[in-house]
């Protein structure tokens, strides 16, 4: 009885001193600031060997594919191809980060090498994510990057996440068709730069029009995504591309879609009403999943560490799992640190289950 009334009232003092909901954590702030100092220089080695290395196994998975004519072998380079090139694919991330004066040419490669080839340029991603990321939008109606999933109804959650299947689709209508003839035709402009033109889940977002350098680079951008997705069309058309090879590209970008769909329903709790969060809500409101076994896989570059991503943007990928080590030690409950700490992708989709359930 003594151990079970200990366990309760450390409970107890835990629940009184942890910081109260729109309270900020101050020390967790604070100790976040000085103690990742030195973790903030990204390494260049680990950004052009990770992302490349990843995206040049990936191809060459997805050619293997397209060779074989063993089912089995067929599906497994399938398999390889599709969690490679999700992961050179997931760089997207860290562009929009980056100080790219540290990591010259690291973004045109990126768009190179693996945006326009799958469709995505960095264009629909950078500027977007900047928004997701300030206290004053996250969370709510004008953040392009949150839905409140936790009280939605339960039968949006496999919706949310089967639609990523269509990813192919939409990119090639996107590219291939609507986007060229947005060029002649501004009204059509228009309304693809505002509805079509964003990594979003939010579909109320409407975006602006881009403006200076960015406008320059998302040309260019939109360009070279429009001349693979035409040149993919127009040579299945024509029976140049077997229709095979096509329809192994698009399970591959449709792969990649909905893994990526799947992290995204455990990186945050979507329990946000629509309010204004402090940052340690936010945080709270965001997961780290650091000892998922199966982590680098469904959340590799570092986004098993997404809520302390949200307390520290700008530190590169490779250094949050050390980010991480030196937080949890130092900040052991009642901080609101370990408040963010999950066990698993099992454990979050659950929850995110449960929530929808006893709201409806």
């Given at each position: ?6 366990t309760t009232q450390k409970s107890e003092d835990t629940m009184l001193l942890a910081p ?205 995504a429009s001349v693979v997705a035409v040149t993919i069309l127009a040579t299945t058309a ?123």
């Amino acid at each position: 009885m003594a151990s079970i009334h200990l366990t309760t009232q450390k409970s107890e003092d835990t629940m009184l001193l942890a910081p109260a909901p729109g309270q900020e954590d101050k020390e967790m702030l604070r100790q976040a600031a000085m103690l990742t100092r030195d973790l903030h220089t990204p390494n260049p080695a680990m950004y052009w060997g990770d992302c490349f290395g990843s995206a040049a196994i990936g191809y060459a998975a997805l050619l293997g594919a397209i060779a074989s004519g063993n089912a089995w072998l067929t599906a497994a380079l399938v398999l390889v191809s599709i969690l490679t090139l999700y992961r050179a694919a997931l760089f997207i991330h860290e562009i929009t980060h980056l100080d790219h004066r540290r990591l010259p040419g690291f973004r045109l490669a990126w768009n190179i090498g693996v945006g326009a080839p799958l469709m995505l340029p960095s264009f629909l991603y950078e500027g977007i994510h900047a928004v997701h990321h300030s206290r004053a939008h996250y969370g709510t109606e004008r953040d392009p990057e949150y839905l409140p999933l936790a009280h939605m109804r339960p039968w949006t959650l496999p919706l949310f996440t089967i639609a990523a299947v269509a990813m192919p689709a939409l990119m090639f209508l996107r590219f291939g068709i609507l986007g060229p003839l947005s060029w002649v035709i501004p009204p059509l402009r228009r309304v693809i730069v505002e509805r079509f033109s964003a990594l979003e889940v939010n579909p109320a977002y409407h975006r602006p029009a881009p403006e200076g350098d960015f406008a320059r680079r998302w040309k260019v951008q939109e360009a070279a995504a429009s001349v693979v997705a035409v040149t993919i069309l127009a040579t299945t058309a024509l029976g140049i591309l077997p229709l095979r090879a096509f329809a192994l590209y698009c399970a591959v970008v449709a792969g990649v879609a909905l893994l990526n769909q799947t992290r995204t329903l455990v990186a945050h709790l979507w329990e946000n009403d629509g309010g204004q969060l402090s940052l340690t809500d936010q945080y709270r409101d965001s997961t780290n999943v650091p000892a998922a076994f199966l982590g680098v896989l469904w959340a590799p570059v570092g986004l098993r560490f997404h809520a302390l991503h949200h307390l520290l943007p700008r530190l590169p990928y490779h250094s949050l799992a050390e980010a991480h080590r030196r937080l949890s030690a130092a900040l052991p409950e009642p901080s609101a640190y370990p408040q963010a700490n999950y066990g698993s992708l099992s454990t979050l989709l659950q929850r995110l289950g449960q929530a929808t359930l006893r709201r409806h």
